[in-house]
């Protein structure tokens, strides 16, 4: 319901203030994310009663230290905070500070106050201030900066009643600025510009001015008054120097009143565990260690309720066919939709192992110091150290991995992290790995302890890896594109990761896996069904042509139903499409049957195995990889007498499967990003031609 | 030729005198770093890059390449 009764809270901060435990404590499971217009960043909201008579909206925007953006998440403080007509733009705004870097917190403070926003600055953490030994004057603090102050611990929920109590009374607060930057920079220009910009505050046109852009928000007639006061880039940049310096200033005078630090500080715990987790040799085997343990339980753990999830899809698919009336609409659902939604959920349980692995490690400050640990090597190949969180997440899914790169500010790097992450091997690839190497690589050990299925297993996932890197050296060196770099990465205090906070992060991004991902996973699922169960005049004679073939063979209805299944696949839509590629897939190995595999696996990669099973006649549903197993292991090649799933074929699949970008609901994630068609057609043609030609040159080494 | 943040070892503490615009990005100034500051350098990266530094009470970390735009005087 969207009334406009609501109140709308901006929510800003620091990252690492506590401002997602505050929002957490606010709104409970009472949140949506929806996506901001044009952009795909999330857009965390919530509701929250104040009162009995007022009922708030509140937007958790993303952390930012200011208001001027350096990364694309940030862009959405600046925007929501300037573009009066956004759904969100904010009545008041909460500032979360932090009591250890107060004077830090109040610089976006102090911004926020220049907008003239009605603002409340909220301390967080504030039990934690004997042990520190801070002490803060808050009367003071508050006459100094004209607002009004909460003390709150969000974890411990303490202070948030008394946040709601203030927040009622919000038609009260003074909305004076606190900085006046037009007398201690330029008074003569910034007089100029109120005069030009009569309607909006003196900052917001000095933002305006300074982000033009960063705004596409603004009318033609407005961006050209912009433009009169930027032509001078060197004098705006000296300008928001000048501000900087300025803003720090006074934040200083009005801390050397109000905050007092006993010097005794306890910051033992920080540097004794920084030695350890960024020493050159434990540091790295610390972190090899966690990557081993969040692998491990990604295949381990996840299986369980993977196999369940899968179950439930097939037997809801059996049960819409035996109790719907027979038809069309039947098939599509029994056919079409459920195992489409079946295709979406079976990834749950590894994402939302991912991410908690991810959002413990982010909560606790452990995250930045692997990105410190890393940014040099990942640097030699283009990338940044924060590209290490998409690429360890691409192991579960590239959609959300993708979407993890945001927070890098280097444009290039983003690009070539986006564009390899693809290469990591994903869960969908599982399944087809595993059943073709169950079929061409024997059960043995070697050396006593080695399985060789298991080791065939890490050098695919060693194969991604490498090919990730070596398409971001190779992007590395030809993108020509000219950034400066703009790394700068806080060091958090180390905390206990909350439970609670980690907990709604894994909600909040397996849900944007559903809604990013699964529409189209679901939307192509039907698209395949329908081209599957759709053909010329041959396949609409289907029943009749095997009855009549099979009328002199004695065999069971059953049997038979298979057969015309079978021959109605192979002239369907989609069978002729198989045809069609054959010539452009013999090279590599495979016949028109596997073909059509190839296709039908293009939205997602796991239907491989499913489209095989049905063309092989035999049962597809439930997890029956035994028999699909048998059948493909038994399937003879005519051309040769053998195998059709010999070493060579199957490796050449395997190695196809590993290379290819066989995934739709990737590319449209990566063109959303990168605003452009251009990124996801070179990532579709490059990676489609490395997989063909390494298939096909392994095929000819192996047959 | 003075000092910069990248000339100071583990440990040791250097005021910011001045640096070129250009070469820092805005978001490091608006985080404290900024003329008249003490900085600390806490630890390097193993690869010797980046830098881990207090400056103004933030605990941040930086290319090396950043560090050296920033011209330093060292505390004894």
């Known amino acids: 319901m969207k009334s406009n009764s609501l109140l709308n809270i901006a929510l800003v901060g620091n990252p690492n203030t506590g401002k997602t435990s505050l929002f957490n404590q606010l709104t409970g499971l009472n949140q949506k994310v929806g996506n901001y217009p044009g952009i795909t960043v999330d857009k965390k909201q919530g509701k929250c009663k104040i009162s009995e008579h007022l009922t708030a909206e509140i937007t958790d925007l993303p952390g930012t230290y200011s208001i001027n953006p350096t990364t694309l998440d940030e862009t959405i403080v600046l925007e929501t905070l300037l573009n009066e007509k956004n759904d969100s733009f904010p009545d008041i705004v909460i500032v979360v500070a932090e009591v250890e870097n107060l004077k830090r917190n109040l610089f976006l403070f102090s911004q926020i106050k220049d907008l003239q926003f009605p603002a409340i600055l909220v301390i967080n953490m504030s039990d934690q201030m004997v042990r520190k030994g801070i002490s803060i004057d808050i009367d003071a603090l508050k006459k100094e900066l004209k607002s009004e102050i909460v003390l709150i611990s969000a974890r411990k929920n303490i202070g948030i009643d008394d946040l709601r109590k203030v927040i009622e009374n919000y038609k009260k607060w003074n909305t004076e600025p606190v900085a006046n930057i037009s007398d201690k920079i330029d008074s003569v220009f910034f007089e100029a510009i109120e005069t030009a910009f009569p309607e909006f505050s003196l900052y917001k046109s000095w933002l305006l001015i300074t982000q033009q852009k960063n705004c596409n928000f603004l009318s033609n007639e407005l961006q050209r008054k912009i433009t009169e006061f930027n032509k001078d880039n060197e004098k705006i940049k000296k300008y928001q120097h000048k501000e900087t310096v300025y803003r720090y200033q006074i934040i200083n005078e009005i801390l050397k009143k109000t905050y007092k630090v006993d010097k005794n500080e306890a910051t033992d715990l920080r540097s004794k565990l920084d030695r350890i987790l960024t020493h050159r040799l434990f540091g790295y085997i610390i972190f090899f260690g966690i990557l081993l343990l969040i692998f491990q339980s990604i295949f381990a753990w996840a299986s369980y309720p993977m196999d369940l999830i899968d179950g439930f899809f097939a037997n809801l698919s059996e049960l819409a066919k035996t109790n719907l009336p027979k038809g069309t609409f039947t098939d599509l659902i029994a056919e079409g939709v459920i195992p489409g939604v079946g295709g979406v959920v079976i990834f749950l349980p590894q994402i939302a192992i991912l991410f908690m692995f991810i959002a413990t490690l982010e909560e606790t400050g452990y995250m930045s110091r692997v990105v410190f640990l890393m940014d040099k090597i990942m640097r030699k190949f283009g990338m940044s150290g924060k590209s290490i969180i998409p690429l360890i997440s691409g192991t579960a899914c590239a959609i959300p991995a993708i979407m993890a790169s945001r927070n890098i500010s280097d444009w290039k790097e983003r690009l070539i992290t986006i564009l390899v992450t693809p290469f990591i091997t994903c869960s969908a690839r599982l399944p087809i790995y595993t059943i073709l190497i169950a079929l061409i690589i024997p059960d043995k050990h070697i050396l006593g302890i080695f399985n060789l299925q298991g080791l065939t297993l890490m050098g695919l996932y060693l194969l991604g890896f490498a090919a990730a890197i070596s398409s971001a050296i190779l992007l590395h060196y030809v993108l020509k594109i000219k950034t400066q770099s703009l790394f700068v990465i806080e060091m958090p205090n180390y905390k206990l990761p909350s439970f609670k906070n980690v907990f709604y992060e894994v909600v909040e991004k397996t849900k944007a896996f559903i809604l990013g991902a699964g529409k189209i996973i679901l939307a192509l699922s039907i698209v395949l069904w329908f081209l599957a169960s759709n053909g010329p005049s041959k396949f609409e004679n289907a029943e009749e042509f095997v009855t009549a073939q099979e009328s002199t063979n004695n065999i069971s209805e059953k049997v038979l139903n298979k057969k015309i299944a079978s021959y109605r696949l192979e002239h369907s839509y989609i069978g002729n499409m198989g045809k069609i590629i054959e010539p452009v897939i013999k090279p590599m190995g495979y016949d028109w049957k596997i073909g059509i595999a190839l296709i039908s696996s293009f939205a997602a990669r796991e239907v491989f195995i499913g489209a095989l099973a049905t063309i092989y006649n035999v049962e597809s549903e439930g997890e029956d990889v035994g028999t699909i197993k048998e059948r493909m292991a038994s399937e003879v090649n005519p051309k040769t007498g053998g195998k059709r799933f010999d070493f060579a074929t199957g490796m050449s699949l395997l190695l196809f499967y590993a290379l290819a970008m066989q995934c739709i609901g990737t590319l449209a994630i990566v063109k959303r990003e990168t605003k452009s068609w251009k990124w996801p057609i070179l990532q579709l043609t490059g990676m489609s031609a490395l997989a063909y030609i390494v298939s096909i040159i392994t095929y000819n080494i192996l047959s | ?76």
């Open chain 2, 1 to 76: 030729m003075g000092d910069t943040i990248a000339n100071l070892l583990i440990g040791e503490i250097g005021i910011i005198q001045d640096f070129c615009l250009e070469a820092i990005p805005l978001n490091l100034l608006e985080m404290g770093c900024l003329p008249g500051k003490e900085v600390r350098l806490l630890q390097i990266a193993p690869l010797k890059d980046p830098l881990y530094i207090k400056v103004n009470g933030s605990h941040l970390a930086i290319r090396i390449e950043t560090a050296k735009q920033i011209n330093i005087t060292k505390l004894l």
